[in-house]
């Protein structure tokens, strides 16, 4: 597919912008005190170089009460120059245009962070900080009215290209627009007409602060997916409103952050929102946006041509690969870096209240801390695993210049990624470890599959460096009848050596892999969705029926741990979709409960001080894991090199095995 769309120009009120890619406004927690730092202005520029048509900086404060100073502020004249002397440097240097969002928090804003009560439009509880704000006044409407205003003109004052405002993911906007968060009885209350008053009459008032000619746009929910909520109908006739009233362009986004309807997890089809853009685009007549899951070109390209949509929003790809548009552009697709959904460098990290990072890219918020360089003099290195931590490694040392050889033992790379990316939903994953050889390969590192890399084969080899990536190995507990034949190990399961699973299975663990494989085995008879979308597109079984399948599991699966969490591994956004999931197919989750036994036909568990017996014909452990590092052991006295990364130094994280093996890259 040529990507003619995609990189076709737009006009926006009188501004001409090169591509239809956007770079939508993400909280990045890269600021302190409201300050536009160093940190950003290298993150940024950095997306600048890279092609990126629309770069939106945001979200901005506008006031304090609304805010917390891990955002870039825009509440008072101080904050203008910083984010000028980034505008002209990004105007000089590329021809790529800079947005600006405006954000106030509403009921979200964290009291302890900003010292003043949260404000809202009712004294509706906030699910995610657990305050209940302040009922808003008509002078309160007033004052965050004018707050927006003066944001705006010191917005332009930067010489921004565009000013776009936030009405949608639950903060203050949508909740005036909301139903569940808007219970005013009066003229900014009640029916839709009324909860439109307030964000309709900032869009406004702003629009005549800066006059006809400054581009403006609004970031909407095209579905708040909360019940009682408004829809892609309601959303739609906001839209037709906000244009009426002066925007220029509707970017549109999914639901709240409170929403149970997954948004960005790999679970979610490419493209599965873009009806929502559609919704919209079908109410106006300026160009709309659309958003999430949308990072493979092919998929863009092809939401494009639909005339769903006019732009399309990169938001998490551009932090996994900043030269994403110029890659895609220059037909460089083995050099890509993928997003792969995973949530735990951005998303996870943001709503742990820690800086935006990624798995993939550990240069991501690091720009200007870290550059891979050439190293003074290049080195002879074997690389013993080839699992992330191990190819990470390879891929940075061969970019500072240095001879790599890379030895797996098995017949393919990704270590434990290939099991990660089996249970439902989790296919993303296994683009890792694609894309990492893509670049191994065009670095020139040499790759030996199916060969364990011994201490005789180093010692021959006589290399200036060895790295030990070796993984890790599944614990086996030990309980009475551990090694009965009907006990399988997770890892054989997901990687499907392990097929003779019976109907009553109780996985021993309520980890990540223990938790994910239920998963995998609860799902193993129910239809997929391409199934469950031929009979609903054909009417081959009543929607109910159908759907009910989607959640009738032919097994009984019980997943037993003594923590009191199941999943506590997991990251926030990936956790509750994950725990969610397990619920609708009917899965046994039982936490603080502890192994004592495995019969032929049974396990018994004890919770508290009571003990029971759990049917199971199959019992699958997923108890940890512990380091291999044998290699690393063995050639500890022969006076070679040797680094150990990965698993094979600590069993952790995918995102810690991949930052080990660049930062340990850079300093060779």
């Not at 602060?209 to 959303?235: H, W, Y």
């Not at 997770?490 to 097929?499: F, H």
């Amino acid at each position: 597919m040529d990507f003619i769309k995609l990189f076709e120009p737009i006009r926006i009120n009188n501004l001409e912008i090169k591509n239809r890619i956007v770079m939508p406004s993400m909280g990045l927690a890269y600021s302190t005190n409201f300050s536009f730092n160093d940190r950003l202005r290298a993150f940024f520029m950095e997306r600048a170089r890279g092609g990126v048509g629309l770069l939106t900086i945001g979200p901005l404060s506008i006031d304090r009460v609304g805010s917390v100073p891990i955002m870039v502020g825009l509440h008072e004249d101080k904050f203008i120059d910083p984010l000028r002397d980034f505008i002209d440097e990004v105007h000089r240097e590329t021809d790529v245009k800079v947005a600006f969002q405006l954000l106030h928090m509403g009921r979200y804003a964290f009291s302890f962070l900003t010292g003043m009560t949260p404000i809202a439009p009712s004294a509706i509880p906030s699910k995610l900080t657990k305050e209940t704000p302040r009922e808003m006044t008509l002078e309160d409407i007033e004052v965050v009215q004018e707050a927006y205003v003066k944001a705006a003109i010191r917005a332009v004052a930067t010489g921004v290209d565009f000013v776009e405002i936030l009405t949608c993911t639950g903060y203050l906007m949508s909740q005036f627009l909301s139903p569940v968060t808007n219970k005013r009885t009066d003229n900014y209350g009640g029916s839709l007409e009324n909860r439109m008053r307030f964000p309709l009459e900032v869009i406004g008032r702003v629009r005549e602060a800066i006059g006809d000619d400054v581009p403006l746009g609004i970031r909407v929910a095209g579905n708040e997916f909360m019940k009682g909520g408004n829809t892609n109908q309601e959303s739609a006739l906001f839209s037709r409103a906000a244009e009426e009233a002066g925007v220029d362009a509707i970017n549109v986004t999914g639901g709240w952050h409170e929403t149970t309807v997954p948004q960005l997890t790999g679970n979610v089809p490419a493209g599965g929102f873009v009806y929502l853009a559609r919704g919209i685009k079908e109410a106006v007549t300026i160009p709309v946006f659309a958003s999430n899951r949308l990072g493979d070109p092919y998929v863009a390209e092809r939401a494009l041509r639909s005339g769903s949509c006019d732009m399309i929003c990169w938001g998490r790809p551009l932090i996994t690969d900043p030269t994403l548009p110029r890659k895609v552009q220059e037909g460089r697709f083995k050099e890509i870096v993928p997003c792969v959904a995973c949530n735990q460098g951005c998303f996870d990290t943001i709503f742990s209240g820690n800086p935006v990072t990624c798995i993939l890219n550990p240069l991501a918020g690091y720009e200007a801390y870290y550059k891979v360089g050439r190293a003074e003099t290049p080195k002879t290195i074997m690389v013993a695993g080839g699992g992330p931590a191990g190819m990470q490694f390879a891929i940075t040392a061969a970019e500072r210049g240095h001879r790599v050889t890379l030895f797996e033992k098995e017949e393919r790379l990704g270590g434990q990624v290939n099991l990660a990316g089996v249970p439902p939903g989790k296919g993303e994953l296994l683009k890792l470890i694609k894309s990492m050889r893509d670049r191994m390969d065009l670095l020139g590192v040499e790759v030996v599959l199916g060969t364990l890399l011994t201490s005789d084969m180093v010692s021959q080899k006589k290399p200036d460096l060895l790295v030990v990536s070796t993984g890790a190995e599944p614990v086996l507990p030990d309980v009475p009848g551990a090694h009965l034949p009907h006990v399988l190990d997770a890892w054989d399961v997901l990687s499907e050596k392990a097929w003779d699973i019976g109907r009553d299975v109780v996985v021993v663990g309520g980890s990540a892999t223990g938790c994910e494989t239920a998963h995998f085995i609860a799902a193993m008879d129910v239809p997929d969705s391409d199934t469950y979308t031929f009979l609903m597109l054909h009417q081959a079984e009543e929607r109910d029926y159908a759907t009910s399948l989607l959640r009738a599991s032919g097994r009984r699966v019980t997943v037993i741990d003594m923590l009191p969490r199941l999943a506590n591994n997991v990251g926030k956004t990936a956790r509750w979709s994950l725990m969610k999931s397990l619920k609708l197919l009917g899965v046994n989750l039982r936490p603080s409960t502890k192994l004592l036994e495995i019969t032929d036909d049974a396990v018994v568990v004890e919770t508290g001080n009571v003990q029971e017996t759990i049917v199971a014909d199959t019992v699958v452990m997923a108890a940890g894991v512990r380091s291999v590092n044998s290699l690393a052991e063995a050639i500890q006295d022969t006076g070679t090199e040797l680094i150990e990364i990965g698993d094979a130094k600590k069993p952790g994280k995918i995102t810690e095995a991949i930052r080990q093996g660049f930062l340990r890259a850079l300093e060779v």
